[in-house]
């Protein structure tokens, strides 16, 4: 007893540290996926978050580090989801924020960073022709630049997530399924498991096929920038990883796998009907990992274990680019 509430009290100082605006989101057993996999699937819940994803965690505390109250304004070029976790945090704090977004994101996005009061402007077809744009005028304009996936203060405030499950799985996990854009939920992730002890436990990178770029990298041994981002997962739309998750992605418990529009489009439906949430394809991508048995598969070839040591924990990183009209989208161009 007295073991545990030394760890409770290191988690708690540890998590003190990472100041932001998110909430500690659930962490639910999936049944459904359970039954699927034949051990246990826990569901964390980042769908749940103030902005609709993990990335308030992360841009939370970036901004709290380096934007105070006399700030000009926060930028950050976005698909959607770290747009709207930049302009959330922007309101909390009532400074005004600018967000570039590509022609490629839903209008339902658009939409939803105006509700917040952000300035939006759409620059380019893809997110590194709006993040070019966003860098121009953090520098023209004398605004502070929020980096959607790419600085440690962005992978500290994603480390919290794990320090969550810490707090409350009855064991470590036998593995850890989450998707990459940009790499920096991964980041935070291996930083986080670190942290906690838990290092060596498998780490399963969903992608979809057009927006691949880490796993590009992976394969290649190097860096790799895609020509376009082909999948109707625009929010995993960068076409370069960052270069700190190219670096984890070399660790012999990363595993990095892909699925279809189509694939994804599936897990989504099926997530829907088993768990009563709705996702956008983004996040479908991990969701997938199960619902597609790529899992199953990876450990028929004895890459996982199988059966896993411990609990396969999903992380639902959420997304706010998805309505019921986007829906009916995908259904007609995930083929």
């Given at each position: 007893m007295?073991?545990?509430?030394v760890?409770?009290?290191?988690?708690?100082?540890?998590?003190?540290?990472?100041?932001?605006?998110h909430?500690?989101?659930?962490?639910?057993?999936?049944?459904g996926?359970?039954?699927r996999l034949?051990?246990p699937?826990?569901?964390?819940?980042?769908?749940?978050?103030p902005?609709?994803?993990?990335?308030?965690?992360?841009?939370?505390h970036?901004?709290?580090?380096?934007?105070?109250?006399e700030?000009n304004?926060v930028?950050?070029?976005?698909?959607?989801?770290?747009g709207?976790?930049?302009?959330?945090?922007?309101?909390?704090?009532?400074?005004?924020a600018?967000?570039?977004?590509p022609s490629?994101?839903p209008?339902?996005v658009?939409e939803?960073?105006?509700?917040?009061?952000a300035s939006?402007r759409v620059v380019g077809?893809?997110?590194?022709?709006?993040?070019a744009?966003?860098?121009?005028?953090?520098?023209?304009e004398?605004l502070?630049?929020?980096?959607?996936?790419?600085?440690?203060?962005?992978w500290?405030?994603?480390?919290?997530?794990?320090h969550?499950?810490?707090?409350?799985?009855?064991?470590?996990p036998?593995a850890?399924?989450?998707?990459?854009?940009?790499g920096?939920l991964f980041c935070?992730?291996?930083?986080?498991?670190?942290?906690?002890?838990?290092?060596?436990v498998?780490?399963l990178?969903?992608e979809?096929?057009?927006?691949d770029?880490?796993n590009?990298?992976?394969?290649?041994?190097?860096?790799?920038?895609?020509?376009d981002?082909?999948?109707?997962?625009?929010c995993l739309?960068?076409?370069?990883?960052?270069?700190q998750?190219?670096e984890?992605?070399?660790?012999?418990?990363?595993i990095?796998?892909?699925?279809?529009?189509?694939?994804?489009?599936?897990?989504l439906?099926?997530?829907?009907?088993e768990?009563?949430?709705?996702v956008?394809?983004?996040c479908?991508?991990?969701l997938a990992?199960?619902?597609?048995?790529?899992?199953?598969?990876?450990?028929?070839?004895?890459?996982?274990?199988?059966?896993?040591?411990g609990?396969l924990v999903?992380i639902?990183?959420?997304?706010?680019s998805?309505?019921l009209?986007?829906?009916?989208?995908?259904?007609t161009?995930c083929k």
């Amino acid at each position: 007893m007295v073991r545990y509430f030394v760890c409770l009290i290191i988690i708690i100082i540890i998590m003190s540290d990472v100041q932001g605006f998110h909430i500690n989101s659930p962490l639910i057993e999936s049944i459904g996926m359970s039954m699927r996999l034949g051990s246990p699937v826990y569901l964390k819940m980042e769908s749940s978050q103030p902005s609709g994803s993990f990335k308030i965690r992360g841009i939370g505390h970036l901004i709290q580090q380096v934007a105070g109250s006399e700030s000009n304004g926060v930028i950050c070029s976005s698909g959607g989801n770290a747009g709207l976790a930049t302009a959330y945090a922007a309101r909390k704090l009532n400074i005004p924020a600018t967000i570039i977004v590509p022609s490629s994101s839903p209008k339902v996005v658009l939409e939803k960073l105006q509700d917040h009061g952000a300035s939006v402007r759409v620059v380019g077809k893809v997110w590194d022709e709006a993040n070019a744009e966003a860098v121009r005028l953090a520098e023209s304009e004398n605004l502070t630049l929020v980096p959607p996936f790419d600085h440690p203060l962005l992978w500290k405030g994603h480390s919290s997530l794990v320090h969550e499950l810490k707090a409350v799985l009855p064991c470590e996990p036998g593995a850890v399924v989450l998707c990459v854009g940009g790499g920096g939920l991964f980041c935070g992730v291996v930083q986080g498991l670190d942290e906690v002890g838990w290092g060596h436990v498998p780490i399963l990178c969903m992608e979809t096929v057009g927006a691949d770029c880490f796993n590009a990298a992976v394969k290649a041994g190097r860096l790799v920038t895609l020509p376009d981002i082909t999948s109707e997962a625009k929010c995993l739309g960068a076409k370069t990883a960052c270069s700190q998750a190219f670096e984890y992605s070399k660790r012999p418990n990363v595993i990095s796998e892909l699925v279809t529009d189509r694939q994804a489009l599936q897990a989504l439906e099926l997530f829907l009907d088993e768990e009563r949430v709705l996702v956008e394809l983004a996040c479908a991508a991990s969701l997938a990992a199960v619902y597609s048995g790529v899992v199953q598969r990876l450990q028929d070839e004895g890459r996982l274990r199988k059966p896993l040591a411990g609990p396969l924990v999903v992380i639902v990183c959420g997304g706010s680019s998805i309505n019921l009209a986007q829906l009916q989208h995908l259904r007609t161009v995930c083929k």
